[in-house]
């Protein structure tokens, strides 16, 4: 069983205390891996090494198509790593083989390359225009790195988002101290390897495992961090952002999510009906978008509900390496707990149930749940309001398309969503009055690296991805140029000077 080390400042190296603890495999419940338990001395080294980074100029100093040069080779190499990172996700993760080895890590490295394309071409110089009020003056925007940066990322998908984090906030100049969840910490330390073997300077990405409340907080807190990246619940969220509030850091936040998904009655059900299960099934629920309210006319209602429960007997639950395999277990056995309390609730709460509903006989080992569907639920049922983030849908009837976009946004999130359509005019009217950050039409959870990502209401701050993402990673500093060059032109010092 491999044993990983924490990486700062270039190298691999043991915790402090020397504590370890295994990383658990969610499909089979046995050890993979062992990790160190850092602590807060250890989470101050690896900040002070950032630090000694950013402020050598050792990386922000360098001219951006360096920059991209060495973060290009990263891309390459993580590229022919790709299958061993897919299993390797896929065992600390409880994703299936089949998610992580064609679509997460694959992506994850696109989107890594393109967000360091796109920092790549991000102008470092804005020009202002010709000010001559007060004085002639030549200004324009320098456009600089924010310093060393906090990536704290989540178990659901641990490489893809800390790929959103890495990639943006190194190509732009920041040096980063990266927090793995607990429960996924490996593809971290392996991104971390890679990267140091193809020449990224010492301390500019360093990888502290450790829990949430003693790394996560240090991160958050330390004066020497100047912005911090945080994707996971909104509770710890909120958290976060007041730790950041006492040294006025720069804080992203993307959080949690209640996803609608609205089928409108000229749907395509073909796509309609697999389109509400990607959106809630793909990777067992556990992604912060997923589509988990779906609100169906009351006109097609029948004919939906009979080929959902259709469709979700095809779904396969099971040993997460066989390709065959197309829904894993959920990540931990807290969570697993979780979520059966959430179904649980659904059933008191009067909700019907028309599949699944509890683990699954079949499977002795492994935390999985069934694919579970609710339906009449009402929009205020504690399975319609909550992020449950496990594989259990609520179907919601509705009357007409303003009463289902009401209920769509009567949430305190406001990540995703997605509207189904044959009327394709029709539905991105629909989409433009669901209040959240993105909305798929005829489709779901299909990120672009080029768009921006993340929520409005309780969902987040800021955005992930794209222009928007990468100025994240950035500050303005305004530079203004005095083109009076004799002392008699500046007629305002005589403001404070009588000769
Ligand atoms: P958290 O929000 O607690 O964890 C996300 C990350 O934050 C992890 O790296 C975690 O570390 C870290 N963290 C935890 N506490 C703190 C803290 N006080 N200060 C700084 N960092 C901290 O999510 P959970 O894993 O506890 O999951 C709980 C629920 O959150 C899920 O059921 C789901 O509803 C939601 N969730 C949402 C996600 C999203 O993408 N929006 C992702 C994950 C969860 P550690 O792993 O050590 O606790």
């Not at 707990?337 to 699954?360: D, N, Q, S």
């Amino acid at each position: 069983m491999k044993k990983y080390q924490l990486f700062i400042d270039g190298k691999f190296v043991d915790s402090e205390s020397g504590e370890c603890r295994p990383v658990i495999n969610p499909a089979t419940e046995e050890p993979i891996a062992t990790v160190p338990v850092a602590q807060k001395g250890d989470a101050k080294r690896a900040i002070e090494a950032a630090r000694k980074s950013f402020d050598s100029r050792s990386w922000s100093g360098m001219d951006v198509r360096e920059r991209a040069k060495i973060l290009m080779r990263v891309v390459d190499k993580l590229r022919s790593r790709q299958e061993e990172l897919a299993t390797i996700e896929s065992a600390e993760s409880g994703a299936t083989i089949r998610m992580t080895s064609m679509m997460e890590i694959p992506i994850g490295i696109e989107h890594f390359k393109a967000l360091v394309e796109l920092g790549e071409r991000i102008p470092a110089y804005e020009p202002l225009p010709w000010i001559d009020m007060p004085a002639v003056s030549w200004n324009f925007v320098n456009r600089e790195p924010i310093g060393v940066c906090a990536g704290i990322v989540p178990w659901n998908l641990p490489f893809m988002i800390m790929a959103w984090k890495v990639a943006p906030a190194l190509i732009m100049g920041n040096s980063m101290v990266l927090k793995p969840s607990t429960d996924t910490p490996l593809t971290a330390l392996e991104l971390a390897a890679t990267a140091a073997e193809c020449g990224l300077p010492p301390g500019v990405l360093n990888v502290v495992t450790g829990s949430g409340p003693v790394v996560g907080e240090e991160l958050c807190a330390n004066p020497m961090v100047d912005k911090i990246a945080f994707t996971g619940s909104t509770q710890t969220g909120k958290r976060v952002m007041k730790l950041g509030a006492d040294t006025i850091k720069k804080v992203t936040l993307e959080l949690g999510g209640k996803s609608p998904t609205i089928i409108c009655d000229d749907a395509d059900l073909s796509i309609a009906v697999d389109g509400a299960l990607f959106g809630t099934f793909f990777h067992a629920g556990q992604f912060c978008e997923s589509g988990t309210r779906c609100f169906v006319p009351a006109s097609i209602y029948d004919t939906f509900m009979a080929q959902l429960a259709e469709r979700v007997g095809h779904i396969k639950l099971g040993d997460t390496a066989d390709y065959e395999t197309t829904m894993g277990p959920v990540v931990s056995k807290a969570q697993l707990a979780r979520v059966l309390g959430y179904i649980e609730t659904g059933r008191k709460e009067g909700a019907r149930l028309v599949c699944g509903g509890g683990r699954p006989p079949e499977l002795s080992k492994g935390w999985f749940v069934q694919p579970t569907v609710f339906e009449e639920v009402p929009n205020s049922a504690t399975i319609a309001r909550e992020e449950i983030f496990g594989p259990v849908l609520t179907v919601i009837r509705y009357k007409n398309v303003d009463d289902a976009i009401a209920m769509a946004n009567d949430s305190v999130y406001g990540l995703g969503g997605a509207v189904f359509s044959r009327d394709v005019p029709k539905a991105i009217t629909i989409a433009k009055r669901i209040r959240t950050g993105t909305v798929w039409v005829n489709d779901f959870h299909l990120v672009n690296a080029l768009a921006p990502f993340g929520g409005y209401k309780q969902s987040g701050v800021g955005r992930e991805l794209g222009p928007h993402g990468l100025l994240e990673y950035t500050q303005v500093k305004h530079i203004h140029v005095d083109l009076g060059l004799q002392r008699s032109q500046k007629f305002w010092y005589d403001y404070i000077f009588n000769d």
